[in-house]
């Protein structure tokens, strides 16, 4: 029998993974909202990220959350740049099978590029706060992964935020909305969906610093994050923030919780399951509106 | 929006060699004939490769090849792209290796026994699978080589995990260079065999049925074409002729790990050569595979086992889709047709038209979805 | 209903769809007649397509049912529709732009059982019926066009011929005006009525009301997501509340 003080301690550690998955799912569901692109590079961008923050970790001993000073902006630029001119080159009518296949491409140089800067081995950031925890009602909950959660929570409410109460965010939503009524009202969708896509990127800058800090990197990590991402956003209703989000946190929960009894590996399957499941019961997801059906 | 103007209509008028490309010439029996040409110039392939090296680069390019036409069947014919048919490739393998390993039967027996057993189990997968389109599909796709991978790397006791599983050879007695010799011929008799599958499919109601899905699901349906049923039949065939392959290879290759037989980098490059070849012409992925396994045999002999494929597999991708979606076979039948004597530049002007027309299509439909965004409010809708 | 119509052929009984908070259809009860040109008009985003897509199993409706010809055909699946004798045309012209103009009429045949799937497309006695009806919407010249290479209006009529090879008792035309010049306007207008008077029948989506008036013999007329008239043209023609639904006066 599972000692409750155990099952607490994993309840907590879901939810704070959950708050990661959700932010880096923000993302994905930001690119689809805009354009019906599933972004397969958007974990290999983590990934890059990641790298960063352990490089600059390890060569200046600095936190690596200061890395993010030069990432987010790099990030959103590439995010514009990528748009402008890979995606929004697309046509239209096979725009979601191109872009699987173009953003599946620029993963694999990513993975590649990594590789050959790094090579495979793998790595980890020492942080002197990178064993310590803390003790919340009887659980130990390690630093890190309440920075991280931190983090994500930051970034997310900062995305709420911008998507509310900016003039951008507004420009944004209309644009995701109803393109064509967004240029006939004076909004330059191309370029305002290309700050979109930056700002999805700039999130996987900030969850790949996050991840940094309690995750062992090496090149071809991105492929076990991309697949849970993915399902969250199915789960959730492809296009639906809040969904996302929800999905995230439910799904991280229940991982954490099934590690107890299966170990870590097959824990990794709930996603894969709750996808499936979500098909054959609710193939539009559970809180998003007809779009995953159709696209 | 284009108004109706009945302008008289440039005919296409495919040249002989245009048609051969596509494989769907005007006669009954040519596109066999050209596919028993192809064969035998292949069957040549053998006697020049100088070493077994260059042989069984031979067998890995014809693998290719088979897997690339397999999936061509489902991905060229119906639109849906898909990148998780390496799962049902490694389960063809795993089935036959594990087939071989505890049971008595003929190794090839076995092939044919897991592929059925693994087009059986695909129907179910793509029962849930295709009940979305576009994005939905790939990622669920995805999903299901990520799982297996999962999976198979986790389930020791009968996989090996990745220590690997080590099939025994069908003929034992065969020295190294024969071996590759004689599996050549049985990947090139499988290659006859996925290229002729296609081409009954391709010149059947069932595939004028799955082309009018690619080019317009909703479209079909309102037409009374059972989209569901026949997206499946066709998902079911492919996977069926791609699970044969990875038995052959199985038995060719005689090593099983899970991170090669469920590599989703290796679905993605199978994409990548029928798109390159042309997903529209029946040697459209024969030509792709030739050309990107080839690539992909030098970069691994010339800068061995580095990151470096991967970048060179990734700028091609990104290349093949932004500049040449319609695959090198179509820029020839272009070439071919601008040179022939039926050349008309309105032609190419009436195909952009059309081009922006469809395009035009996508963006309304894409405005007469509800918006994507649940949080917000919505718009009024048309 | 003043005049006499005959028997119902499509009926629909509080039809409702929303989309987020949006009530798209709301209520919708209608009935369109057997053997008529029906009409259903209304203003922009009065959610004649939404209704049209419910009516023909694109879209799942939230509520209520569709009956054509007594059967509840709610929630069938939209190949199932088709069969059922129930054929449309999209409010953007869409054909397969890759398949020939032949083939595009062929595709829309049935065969009688899954095995006949593996036949050759081209059976000679539907390619001679295919013949027959390109050569009445006047596309007879053009069947070995890739559908692409074809004009707007073309492929309009060519839409029609599709929904016509499927051998439909009615068929839904969703702005068959939308976009094309007014001789091929006036084309489908004659075509619509002749084949309406060899026993199909028809319902119509438009905004074109001078098209809509001199075609049809029962309008419907829908306002934010519900009818709000129904009668002859004349009749709703007169009706205030349509005025202030399509005038806003």
Redesign the interface.
């Known amino acids: 029998m599972v000692s409750g003080a155990l099952l607490f301690q994993s309840l907590i550690l879901g939810l704070l993974l959950g708050g990661l998955y959700a932010l880096l799912a923000a993302g994905l569901t930001l690119y689809f909202g805009i354009m019906r692109v599933v972004m397969l590079a958007h974990a290999a961008f983590i990934l890059l990220s990641a790298y960063v923050a352990w490089w600059f970790s390890s060569t200046t001993g600095l936190d690596p959350m200061i890395s993010l000073v030069a990432t987010i902006p790099l990030f959103f630029g590439i995010g514009y740049v990528m748009h402008r001119f890979l995606l929004a080159r697309l046509r239209p009518t096979t725009m979601t099978m191109m872009s699987v296949l173009l953003t599946f491409g620029i993963a694999l140089v990513i993975e590649g590029l990594l590789g050959l800067a790094w090579t495979g081995t793998q790595r980890r950031i020492h942080l002197p706060y990178g064993t310590s925890s803390v003790e919340f009602l009887g659980a130990q909950i390690p630093v890190v992964q309440i920075v991280s959660f931190a983090l994500a929570a930051l970034s997310l409410a900062s995305l709420y935020l911008i998507m509310k109460r900016t003039q951008f965010g507004r420009s944004l939503r209309a644009t995701i909305q109803h393109g064509q009524a967004a240029q006939l009202v004076g909004i330059d969708t191309t370029k305002v969906a290309g700050m979109g896509f930056g700002l999805g990127l700039a999130t996987a800058a900030v969850g790949g610093a996050a991840l940094s800090l309690q995750a062992t990197i090496y090149p071809s990590l991105h492929w076990h994050w991309i697949g849970p991402l993915m399902a969250i956003i199915v789960v959730g209703g492809l296009g639906s923030i809040p969904g996302a989000a929800i999905a995230a946190l439910a799904l991280g929960t229940i991982r954490v919780l099934l590690e107890i009894p299966m170990g870590s590996t097959w824990a990794q399957t709930v996603f894969y399951v709750a996808l499936f499941l979500t098909l054959m019961l609710r193939p539009q997801g559970f809180f998003g509106g007809r779009l995953a059906q159709r696209f | ?7 008289s ?4 008028r495919g040249s002989s060699a245009v048609q051969a490309l596509r494989g769907a010439g005007s006669g009954r029996l040519g596109p066999f004939a050209a596919i028993l040409v192809v064969v035998a110039v292949l069957a040549t392939w053998p006697l020049l490769a100088g070493n077994p090296y260059m042989l069984s680069a031979g067998v890995i390019v014809l693998n290719f090849a088979v897997f690339a036409t397999a999936w061509n069947l489902m991905g060229g014919l119906t ?1 849906y ?1 898909s ?1 998780g048919h390496i799962a049902f490739f490694g389960l063809g393998s795993y089935g036959t290796g594990l087939l071989v390993i505890h049971s008595e039967i003929n190794a090839f027996v076995a092939v044919m026994a897991a592929a059925v057993v693994v087009g059986l189990l695909s129907l179910l997968v793509g029962w ?2 295709l ?6 599909f ?3 796709t ?2 299901i080589v ?2 297996m991978l ?2 198979f ?2 389930w020791r006791s009968v996989t090996g995990g990745s220590t690997g599983l080590v099939v025994p050879r069908p003929f034992p007695d065969l020295l190294r260079p024969e071996h590759h010799r004689v599996f050549f011929y049985i990947f090139l008799g499988l290659l006859l065999l996925v290229l002729v599958s296609y081409l ?1 499919v391709d ?7 799955l ?2 899905i690619r ?2 699901e ?13 997206k499946l039949a066709a998902f079911g065939i492919s996977c069926f002729l791609t699970a044969i392959a990875g038995g052959v290879y199985a038995l060719w290759f005689g090593d099983l790990d899970p991170i090669f037989q469920f590599d ?2 290796l679905s ?1 490059q199978i ?2 050569m029928a ?1 390159l070849g042309g997903v ?1 012409y029946l040697f459209g992925p024969l030509v792709g595979a030739i050309v990107v396994g080839s690539a992909l045999e030098y970069f691994l002999l010339n800068f061995g086992e ?13 290349a093949v ?2 500049f040449a ?1 319609d695959g090198v076979l179509a820029l020839a039948a272009q070439l071919i047709r601008r040179l022939g004597p039926s050349a008309t530049s309105i ?1 190419e002007e ?2 952009a038209e ?2 922006a ?8 439909e ?17 | 209903m003043t005049e006499e119509l005959g028997a119902v052929a499509l009926r629909t009984e509080g039809l409702s769809k929303s989309f987020g908070g949006v009530h798209a259809v709301d209520n919708a009860t209608t009935e369109f007649y057997a053997g008529r040109i029906n009409g259903l008009i209304g203003p922009n985003g009065s959610g004649k397509t939404t209704f049209f897509n419910c009516v023909t199993g694109m879209i799942r409706p939230d509520a209520g049912h569709v009956f054509y010809r007594d059967r509840d055909i709610t929630r069938w699946q939209p190949h199932r529709i088709a069969r059922a004798g129930l054929g449309r045309t999209f409010q953007l012209c869409r054909v397969f732009p890759r398949l020939t103009v032949l083939d595009n009429l062929l595709v829309a045949v049935h065969p009688p059982h899954p095995l006949a799937y593996l036949g050759r497309p081209r059976v000679a006695s539907l390619v001679e019926r295919a013949r027959g009806i390109l050569a009445r919407v006047g596309l007879d010249h053009l069947e070995t066009a890739e559908a692409r290479d074809v004009s707007y209006g073309q492929q309009k009529l060519l839409e029609l011929a599709a929904a016509l090879m499927a051998g439909p008792d009615m068929v839904m035309l969703d702005e068959p005006a939308g976009g094309v010049n007014p001789a091929l306007i006036e084309r489908i207008a004659v075509l619509v009525t002749e084949l309406n008077a060899e026993g199909t029948t028809f319902l119509v989506v438009e905004h074109n009301m001078e098209f809509m008036m001199n075609l049809c013999d029962h309008v419907v007329v829908f306002d934010r997501g519900a009818p709000i008239a129904a009668g002859s043209a004349a009749e709703v023609q007169q009706n205030p509340l349509v005025l202030e639904a399509y005038l806003g006066v």
């Not at chain 2, 009940?131 to 939905?136: E, T």
């Not at chain 2, 979805?369 to 809708?381: F, I, K, N, Q, V």
């Open positions: 929006m284009r108004n109706a103007s009945d302008t209509t440039p005919l296409r639109g792209v990148l849930a699978a009940r979305v389109r576009g994005a939905s790939v990622i669920v995805i999903a990520l799982v999962l999976v790397q986790s009954v010149r059947s109601r069932f595939g004028q049925a082309k009018a080019e317009d909703d479209k079909a349906q309102s037409l009374g074409i059972p989209t569901a049923m026949l989703v980098v993605a994409a990548l798109l529209r580095t990151q470096f494929h991967l970048v060179a597999t990734g700028l091609l991708l990104v889709v932004l979606p032609r009436s195909a059309v081009r027309q469809q395009d035009a299509r996508a963006l309304a894409r405005v007469e979805e509800p918006g994507a965004d649940a949080t917000t409010d919505r718009e009024d809708r048309r």
